[in-house]
């Protein structure tokens, strides 16, 4: 399988703990994408790197949520003192980014790792 | 800004029916248009897209096209099956570095 790998897939944490999701891009894909999606929405856009370069971070990233691409190629996206708010499905996606005025790219999703707080 | 708004369901259609889900846009520049479709528990797998105005997105009977006059890109098929059950998204990307995502619209057909 050459797709957007996601892991774990599923995730039970206590209030407080902290938690680490990675993502595994299609493997020529320099650009990568992680969002946040709860029940009855659509995903909302967290961040997004070019090749290991974060180069934007929504609102919705607070100070507890870090991103990493260290070698541009996996991801990691750690979240701190886990809140029950932060109960979602954490979707990592990718595209072969052809410059950053075509907005053409087609974006490929992972299936998501589910974060449950209690 | 950029945002999409799609039209609420839940749908609930017969086998065979005609399906149209609304959505519609506003953006700045010049956006791509895409369908995404969530299955449970899985996901999201592009369904087609048109990167410019008046193009025509098609893939597996279902169509789409870029309405600019209209700012819209609604989603059609002509006869849906059980298998179309899912949850379908409108998105947009105006630089490709971001993509606006609706609420998304979740159908179900029966036999």
């Known amino acids: 399988d050459t797709g957007v790998s996601q892991d774990p897939r599923h995730k039970i944490t206590k209030r407080g703990q902290n938690v680490t999701f990675r993502c595994d891009p299609i493997?020529?894909?320099?650009?990568l994408y992680w969002y946040r999606q709860t029940l009855g929405q659509g995903p909302e856009f967290l961040t997004y790197?070019?090749?290991?370069?974060?180069?934007?971070k929504s609102r919705l990233l607070s100070d507890r949520f870090s991103a990493e691409r260290p070698k541009g190629s996996f991801s990691t996206l750690e979240i701190q003192r886990t809140e029950q708010g932060d109960s979602a499905m954490y979707l990592c996606?990718?595209?072969?980014?052809?410059?950053?005025?075509?907005?053409?790219?087609?974006?490929?999703f992972g299936e998501g790792s589910w974060l449950t707080v209690v | 800004g950029n945002s999409v708004t799609q039209m609420e369901g839940p749908v609930t259609l017969s086998e065979e029916a005609f399906l149209t889900i609304n959505c519609t846009y506003t953006?700045?520049?010049?956006?791509?248009l895409f369908w995404y479709v969530q299955y449970p528990g899985e996901g999201l797998q592009l369904l087609l897209k048109?990167?410019?105005?008046?193009d025509k997105g098609s893939n597996k009977g279902f169509e789409a096209t870029y309405r600019k006059e209209t700012t819209s890109f609604h989603l059609e098929k002509g006869s849906v099956q059980v298998s179309d059950s899912a949850v379908y998204f409108c998105?947009?990307?105006?630089?490709?570095?971001?993509?606006?995502f609706g609420t998304g619209t979740s159908l179900t057909v029966i036999p």
């Open positions: 953006a700045t520049g010049y956006p791509s």
């Open positions: 493997s020529e894909h320099n650009r």
């Open positions: 048109a990167t410019k105005a008046d």
């Open positions: 998105a947009l990307s105006s630089t490709g570095n971001q993509f606006y």
């Open positions: 790197f070019q090749n290991e370069a974060q180069l934007e």
């Open positions: 996606a990718s595209s072969l980014g052809q410059g950053m005025l075509i907005s053409g790219n087609t974006i490929y």
